[in-house]
């Protein structure tokens, strides 16, 4: 370290790495025959610690072009990768580098076995599903990462029984590293090898065939990551080389399909090997209960200043019910299977007993006021009202799958009989980016990023379970009302609308009444589209209760904190007191169809937000000073 100071000093030009005036190195973390990465601290930023990739050499072009992938990755995976902080070239203006979050208490795969090794069979499942989500999000966006291996993966142990913490490294890198070997070796192959087999090439124990210049399997491409996260999966599983492969050196209790599977991955021939990161997933889920690990990961976004305390508005949680509000009904029906008709007359019913329609907006004390430019004249846009509710009536149901029920995870269980005493208002929709950024005008705060997906009526993204509260105690300040996140039970209650099949729409679901991702179907139903991003809320058919994508489109936080169901008649429950990760519930545009079923549950940490998920709100159950708009 001390040598690369003294040679920079004496010319910078030549040896220095990175704009140091910027980045001041404060330790080598590795270093290879294409670069080095480097422990910094960012000044400008309160001196936080950040990761300097360099390059030893010249890569031709801009620096947006050199690192194109790394950015995409950083808009659509969030979550799955460090945060790209920065990037630029060396003094000289020839030597590419790239600035990354450091993740503290993160160590790489590598380490992680020399320190602790092989993962152990739970632990090892939940990293192959992450690095598999990740690798879903990375290609549907045209990003082949090329260089997976466990060096590349960067792992922590979460709390007992919450799984493990990933981050895959690197994306977009191996491009870079392409591109400078194409500066430093322009040309075709010599003796049957392409230039990638000159080159980077991956790692050499990790890479396919492919990758190491074997021309007669076709270029580099999707499949080729599949071969090295099997190669990684299986070192990180075992502690052995990837050559090294015997069922006996898996963790015990490992399904003997799941070698064969990791088999598959690293078959010579990419026609061979499974089509896709999302078809391996699904062939995970079905050898391994996906209850057996978390699914969902946290993303690695710089933390923001404390914020003031958030007051969480919570529904009463009751053993028995309490004394209804006049006009409500004093005996709650039980609504499971009713049929939608019998469900909507219902729900008129206690809208009249209330004073309410059936929809309805809260107007604003003090409109917010958002100003888009248009050519050269500014074009004012008034948001005065809340977004649009719908009141759902009291009732009882059961809760939970079915154990018949196809494809069911573990955690849905056991089903049981739930009271929803009182009735309360949820959103029509998802709360959407034009109606979220109001609130970022509004208070300042930085508005979540897109991601490429959609603006204006899509719904928002990127937001944590900490920025839903926010948004509702804002929304309760503008209205006069106390608005929250819907609890579990209750979400359950709204989606199924009476209904008692896997999804409201019935026993399966199809890509024209949700979004998903139709390659992967419900119950070998048939396959539809797979949009690759958000549709605009109300795009597709609503439940009973007239709510709009309850299946699919995103990922909803909900109010409580996950854990095990308990069995018996309960009233209004809002889930365990105390926990380290919130219930996500509905699924996603490019989650399979299994994951959008009404009783599906997922969680994340309050803190994490990712591309997949966003929020639908709640009220109640006081809901009558609550004013129709118009």
């Known amino acids: 370290m001390e040598a690369l100071r003294q040679a920079v000093a004496l010319d910078p030009v030549r040896y ?33 610690p950040v990761v300097v990739k360099t390059f030893w050499r010249a890569a031709p072009g801009a620096v947006e072009a050199t690192f194109a992938e790394a950015m995409t990755m950083d808009r659509v ?25 450091y993740l503290d208490g993160y160590r790489d795969g590598e380490a992680w076995l020399a320190e602790q090794g092989p ?45 493990i913490a990933v981050r895959v490294i690197d994306f977009g890198l191996a491009r870079v590293a392409e591109r400078v070997d194409a500066a430093r070796v322009p040309g075709a192959s010599r003796a049957g090898l392409s ?77 061979d090997r499974p089509e896709s990161a999302a078809a391996v997933l699904a062939q995970l889920d079905a050898i391994v209960p996906v209850a057996a690990a978390p699914e969902r990961d946290a993303p690695a976004r710089p933390k923001p200043p404390p914020a003031p305390p958030i007051r969480v508005v919570s529904p009463p949680r009751t053993a028995t019910p309490p004394a209804k509000p006049s006009g409500v009904p004093s005996e709650v029906p039980d609504i499971h299977g009713w049929p939608a008709a019998k469900v909507l007359a219902l729900q008129k019913t206690a809208a009249d007993a209330l004073g309410l329609s059936v929809v309805f907006r809260d107007p604003f004390i003090s409109p917010v006021e958002l100003s888009r430019s248009f050519l050269v004249r500014i074009v004012w846009t008034v948001v005065d009202h809340g ?16 154990d018949k029920e196809v494809q069911r995870s573990g955690d849905e269980g056991p089903q049981h009989l739930v009271t929803i005493s009182r009735p309360f208002a949820i ?7 034009g109606e979220y950024n109001a609130f970022c005008v509004a208070t300042g705060r930085d508005k979540p990023g ?18 839903a509260v926010a948004y509702c105690q804002w929304l309760s300040e503008q209205t006069g009302r106390s608005y929250r996140l819907p609890t579990e039970a209750e979400w359950e209650y709204a989606c199924r609308a009476g209904t008692a099949t896997a999804f409201h729409f019935g026993a399966t679901v199809t890509t024209d009444q949700a979004n998903y991702n139709g390659n992967h179907p419900y ?40 854990g095990g169901y308990e069995a018996g008649l309960i009233a209004d429950p809002g889930g365990p007191a105390t926990g380290e990760r919130r219930v996500l519930r509905g699924g996603s545009w490019v989650n399979e169809a299994r994951r959008l079923r009404s009783a599906y549950r997922d969680h994340d940490a309050p803190g994490d937000r990712g591309p997949l998920g966003g929020f639908r709100l709640a009220l109640g159950p006081e809901l009558r000073q609550a004013k129709p708009a118009g």
């Open 387 to 402: 977004p649009e509710m719908v009141v759902i009536p009291a009732g009882r149901f059961l809760m939970g799958s079915p």
């Open 450 to 467: 897109d991601q490429g997906l959609g603006r204006g009526r899509h719904p928002v993204i990127n937001v944590t379970w900490n920025d």
């Open 77 to 101: 995976g969030r979550g799955h990768v460090p945060a790209l902080l920065g990037y630029g070239f060396a003094p000289g203006g020839e030597r590419p580098y790239i600035v990354m979050d």
């Open 427 to 433: 959103g029509r929709y998802a709360v959407t980016v």
């Open 16 to 48: 220095a790495t990175h704009e140091e005036w910027k980045y001041p190195t404060q330790a080598i973390l590795g270093a290879g025959g294409m670069g080095c990465a480097f422990l910094c601290r960012e000044p400008v930023k309160g001196n936080r």
């Open 119 to 163: 993962l152990p069979l739970a632990a090892g499942l939940d990293l192959g599903r992450r690095v598999l989500q990740a690798l879903v999000v990375a290609h549907a966006a045209g990003v082949v990462h090329l260089d997976l291996k466990p060096a590349n993966l960067l792992i922590r142990l979460r709390s007992a029984g919450e799984g």
């Open 523 to 562: 119950d070998n139903g048939a396959k539809g589209r797979y949009r690759e991003q958000t549709v605009p809320v109300g795009s597709l058919p609503p439940n009973p209760w007239g709510l709009c994508e309850v299946h699919g489109n995103v990922w909803e936080w909900c109010q409580d904190w996950f």
């Open 195 to 271: 230039v990638l087999g000159t080159g980077i090439a991956g790692t050499w124990d990790y890479a396919p065939p492919e990758q190491l210049g074997q021309t007669r399997y076709g270029p580099p491409g999707p499949r080729s990551d599949l071969y090295a996260f099997g190669a990684t999966w299986w070192r990180l599983l075992t502690g052995r080389h990837p050559n090294n492969r015997r069922a006996k050196y898996l963790p015990p209790g490992c399904p003997a399909a799941l070698f064969e599977l990791i088999h598959d991955l690293l078959e010579h021939d990419p026609k």
